[in-house]
C-alpha cells in the first residue's frame, strides 16, 4: 500500500509562490519510489478534478516534468527520491489557482491527465489566493 501526504497549501496573495509537498511512504518509499510517476491535480468546488503537472523518473534518463497549458512556466515540479517527496513550486500565483491540490501517484503512467491511471491520491491541501 501507499500513503501521500500533502503539505504546504495556504492562503497567499496573487503574485505570490508557494511550494507543495508530496511525501510518499509504504510500498513507494526508499527505493522503490523512483518506480512511481507522481502527478499533481487540483480541484474547486463543482468542477472535475484537474491534471496539472507529472513528475517521472527513469534510470536511463534521470527526472523529467509535464504540465498543463495553463501552469506552464509557472510551476514547476521536481522530486527528491531519497526522501520520497515530489514538489510543485508554484510561482506568480493567480486567483484562478485557487483549488484543493492533490498529489497521485501510479507506475507506468500513459496518459497523465487521467485521473483513472493513478493508484493511490493523498488527502489534499488547500491553496487560495487572493486578489
Known amino acids: 500500500q501507499v500513503q501521500l501526504v500533502e503539505s504546504g497549501g495556504r492562503l497567499v496573495q496573487a503574485g505570490d509562490s508557494l511550494r507543495l509537498s508530496c511525501a510518499a511512504s509504504?510500498?513507494?518509499?526508499?527505493?522503490?519510489?523512483?518506480?512511481?510517476?507522481v502527478g499533481w491535480f487540483r480541484q474547486v468546488p463543482g468542477k472535475e478534478r484537474e491534471f496539472v503537472a507529472l513528475s517521472r523518473f527513469s534510470a536511463f534518463t534521470g527526472a523529467s516534468a509535464y504540465y498543463e497549458g495553463s501552469v506552464e512556466g509557472r510551476f514547476f515540479v521536481s522530486r527528491d527520491n531519497p526522501k520520497s517527496t515530489v514538489y510543485l513550486q508554484m510561482h506568480s500565483l493567480k486567483p484562478e489557482d485557487t483549488a484543493v491540490y492533490y498529489c497521485a501517484a501510479a507506475q507506468g503512467v500513459i496518459n497523465m491527465d487521467d485521473r483513472n491511471e493513478y493508484d493511490y491520491w493523498g488527502q489534499g491541501t488547500q491553496v487560495t489566493v487572493s486578489s
Open positions: 509504504g510500498a513507494a518509499s526508499g527505493r522503490r519510489f523512483s518506480m512511481y510517476s
